[in-house]
Structures are given as structure tokens and as C-alpha cells.
């Protein structure tokens, strides 16, 4: 009787291990190749619970999210002999479970290695240009170099980017130097063009001050307004030349002066009179100016000019 207990309890507990066993549990993000004997079952588990055969059949998982594999930066020459250095990361995400698990060793090592190796491909056959300003392009390629093995692995590329290029310190200072000429060269062009429309606008400004003469006058008031703004105790005025044209129209013609008698010596005057004082020099007159300078509290000067 208790051989009998015995052995049904020996029963019992052999039969709730090969049950815990036999039971598995699939993930939603994953998918289940089973094994029986070696040979891969043809039906792939789905996400839930599960029961195998207890010592026949292998459950290996395969994970179908996407996957980030970051690529190591590679060293390359580009089209145009320049060494760089680029590294990249590659998305992808299992397409099919039985061909990922069957068909490659590794296929994360696999996909790996091929996106090294299409790294450095793509810095040879690019311009030093192409990997700073046209990555899109190049991530396209990239893309499509991978996708082409891939697919015989059951692995779907989704994206391919290139994260870094790095430049040696040489080539950064060129670069650095050729950035700053032409920043200065398009300064000098803006500057240029200013000009030239300052010029077209201050010709424009002229003709009409020519055809309305009372719009120089107005522009003059307007220049000692926002002179006299600042405050200042001296306020230099120019003289208008029309204005001194029309006074010189005004101001009667001057004689020429008569020409000098010749000077006697002291030695002749004396002789002809010796009675006489000595004779004084001549007085020297000084030109008038050519400003006024006139005000209480400040002085305003005319200076002969063009106003504008």
C-alpha cells in the first residue's frame, strides 16, 4: 500500500514537471521557431500561451521590434582625398522569424558587418561636400546596399543615418578660413549694393532739387532742425552760393584801384622839403571775413558752400 502511494506521488509530481516543462509563454513583440528533432516546425507561435513536447521540440524566440544597431566609426578616403572619419546606425526589424533563425548564424552580427562595409563604401565614392551637405542622399544608398542582403536573411532595413563626420584639424582650419572669405565677400557685395542705391536715390534727390529750388531751402531748415536738436552752443551754417550769386548781381562794380605813385626816398623828400614829417607807411586793409559769428549765447557762422 504504501509502494502504491509511493509511486503515484513519483507519477504525479514527473507529470507537473514535464507539464512546467512543456509549457511556454510567447511575447507579444516576439515570435516562436520550434524545433522537433532538429527540424524546424513549418507553423511559427504566436504571441500566448504555448505547449511543447518535453524533450523533442525547442522553442527559440525571435524579437520583431525594430532594432538599433549603432555601426562603429570607420576611417575612409574620399573621392576627393580627404581622410574622414564617419560613423552611422542602422533601424531595422525582422520580417521573417523562420529565415532570421534558420538562415544566418547571427543575424544582428550579419547586419553588422554589412553596414560597416557599405559605410566605407559609400565615404570612397562621395565628395567631402556630399557627406557634409547631401547626408539624405547618402543614407539612400547606404539603405538600399543593406536592404539587399538583408532581405535573403528575413530582415527589413528601415533607416540608415550617418551621424558624425569628423574632419582633421587641418582641413577644419581650411574649411574655417574659406567660411570666413566668403563671409566677407558677401559683405563687401551688401555693402556695395548700398551704395549704389544711396547713389541712385541721392541722384533722384538732386533732379528734384532742381526743379524745385525751394526744396533745397527746405532741406536746409531740416538740417539745422536736427542739428539744433543736439543741443549744442555753436551752430555752423553753410552759405548758400546761389545766395552770394545774387548779391554779387546786386552789388555795384569796384573801380580798379589806381596804380601807386613812385615812392620818394627820405633822402629826395628831404631834399625837396626839409620842413615835411617823414612820410608813414602805408595802412594794410584786411579782406572781409568770409562768416559771421553772431548770437548772445551762441555763435552762428555763414560759410560760403553747397547746402544739402
Not at 52 to 76: F, S, Y
Not at 97 to 104: I, K, L
Not at 111 to 124: E, F
Not at 209 to 231: F, G, I, N, S, Y
Request: proline fraction near 8%; hydrophobic fraction near 40%; charge should be negative.
Amino acid at each position: 500500500m504504501n509502494f502504491w502511494v509511493l509511486t503515484m506521488g513519483t507519477v504525479a509530481v514527473l507529470a507537473i514537471a514535464s507539464l512546467a516543462a512543456s509549457v511556454r509563454i510567447v511575447k507579444q513583440y516576439e515570435r516562436g521557431v520550434v524545433y522537433r528533432f532538429g527540424r524546424v516546425r513549418p507553423e511559427i507561435l504566436r504571441p500566448g500561451l504555448t505547449f511543447l513536447v518535453p524533450g523533442v521540440d525547442r522553442l527559440e524566440k525571435v524579437n520583431m521590434q525594430i532594432i538599433t544597431l549603432p555601426v562603429p566609426a570607420q576611417d575612409g578616403i574620399t573621392r576627393d582625398n580627404i581622410t574622414v572619419r564617419v560613423d552611422a546606425v542602422v533601424y531595422f526589424s525582422v520580417l521573417d522569424a523562420r529565415r532570421a533563425a534558420v538562415d544566418v548564424q547571427d543575424y544582428l552580427a550579419a547586419i553588422g558587418q554589412v553596414a560597416q562595409t557599405s559605410l566605407r563604401s559609400i565615404i570612397g565614392k562621395s565628395d567631402l561636400d556630399d557627406l557634409l551637405c547631401d547626408r539624405e542622399q547618402l543614407n539612400q544608398g547606404m539603405s538600399l546596399m543593406l536592404d539587399s542582403p538583408a532581405l535573403d536573411w528575413g530582415v527589413h532595413i528601415e533607416r540608415v543615418e550617418i551621424k558624425d563626420v569628423s574632419l582633421p584639424d587641418a582641413m577644419k582650419r581650411s574649411m574655417s578660413r574659406q567660411a570666413e572669405a566668403e563671409r566677407e565677400r558677401r559683405a563687401r557685395i551688401i555693402t556695395a549694393d548700398g551704395e549704389l542705391q544711396a547713389s541712385q536715390k541721392l541722384a533722384e534727390a538732386a533732379e528734384v532739387m532742381t526743379e524745385h529750388p525751394a526744396a533745397l531751402q527746405l532741406r536746409l531748415l531740416q538740417t539745422v532742425v536736427e542739428v539744433a536738436a543736439e543741443r549744442n552752443s555753436t551752430l555752423v551754417l553753410p552759405f548758400p552760393v546761389e545766395l552770394l550769386r545774387f548779391l554779387e548781381g546786386r552789388t555795384p562794380a569796384i573801380p580798379p584801384p589806381l596804380a601807386p605813385e613812385p615812392r620818394q626816398s627820405s633822402s629826395d623828400q628831404t631834399a625837396q622839403d626839409p620842413s615835411s614829417p617823414p612820410a608813414l607807411p602805408e595802412r594794410v586793409t584786411r579782406p572781409p571775413e568770409s562768416f559771421v559769428t553772431a548770437s548772445p549765447g551762441s555763435s552762428l557762422g555763414f560759410m560760403p558752400g553747397q547746402c544739402g
